[in-house]
């Protein structure tokens, strides 16, 4: 069974830095791309970030670029998006997902940027 | 950048009743490979996004047959033939034709009427 699982949400003050990380289990981690996309608190899903399967390409939505790192540590199963200089508008419920289709999705960790 | 527009935002049905989505594309959808990646995802009430279809037309293991997705070029609609609870929820499609640039629609909430 393909479980994707995030980790390393919270409340952060803006312009602080924060980690997330997303463990893959039930499939081959190391064959796929994978991506990290958010949503804001009663909106819609934003693309943010994809990662190739072997870290040779990365690619980022123009409202994280410079800010966000997507990598990943195929030895361990696990994907990452470090996030500095946090906003407010970077609130939300970030998922990592699997893949050209986004057919597996992680249930989300939330980011709370707030003074 | 490629904008797809869902309609309707919000659709009310009926269980049993047979509903349709639309999205439409601001570009073409056929890649150069002679693929068309737009994909349809349902997201239920504090729940992640699921893949209900996939290239237009292909539906995702497991998922019911009473999904369907057709549509070509920029033009493309996801249709429920016989609403059941579970299927209340917000519906999105997703395009990766014009990958590493992905797009999402802003959704389209399904609710009982």
């Known amino acids: 069974e393909v479980q994707l699982v995030e980790s390393g949400g919270g409340l952060v003050k803006p312009g602080s830095s924060l980690k997330l990380s997303c463990v893959a289990s039930g499939f081959t981690f190391s064959s796929y791309g994978m991506h990290w996309i958010r949503q804001a608190p009663k909106k819609g899903l934003e693309w943010i970030a994809l990662i190739y399967y072997d870290s040779s390409n990365k690619y980022y939505a123009d409202s994280v670029k410079g800010r966000f790192t997507i990598s990943r540590d195929n030895s361990k199963n696990t994907l990452y998006l470090e996030m500095n200089s946090l906003r407010s508008e970077d609130t939300a419920m970030y998922y990592c997902?699997?893949?050209?289709?986004?057919?597996?999705w992680g249930q989300g960790v939330m980011v709370t940027v707030s003074s | 950048d490629v904008v797809l527009t869902q309609t309707p935002p919000t659709l009310s049905a009926t269980i049993g009743q047979s509903v349709s989505i639309s999205c439409r594309s601001s570009?073409?959808?056929?890649?150069?490979?002679?693929?068309?990646?737009l994909n349809w995802l349902l997201q239920r009430p504090g729940q992640p996004p699921q893949l209900l279809i996939y290239?237009?037309?292909r539906l995702e293991s497991g998922v019911p047959n009473r999904f369907s997705g057709s549509g070509s070029g920029t033009d493309f609609t996801l249709k429920i033939s016989g609403v059941e609870a579970e299927d209340l929820g917000v519906y999105y499609c997703?395009?990766?034709?014009?990958?590493?640039?992905?797009?999402f629609g802003a959704g389209t909430k399904l609710e009982l009427k």
């Open positions: 997703v395009q990766s034709t014009h990958a590493p640039m992905y797009t």
């Open positions: 290239l237009v037309s």
């Open positions: 997902a699997k893949g050209v289709n986004f057919d597996y």
């Open positions: 570009q073409s959808l056929l890649h150069s490979n002679g693929n068309t990646y």
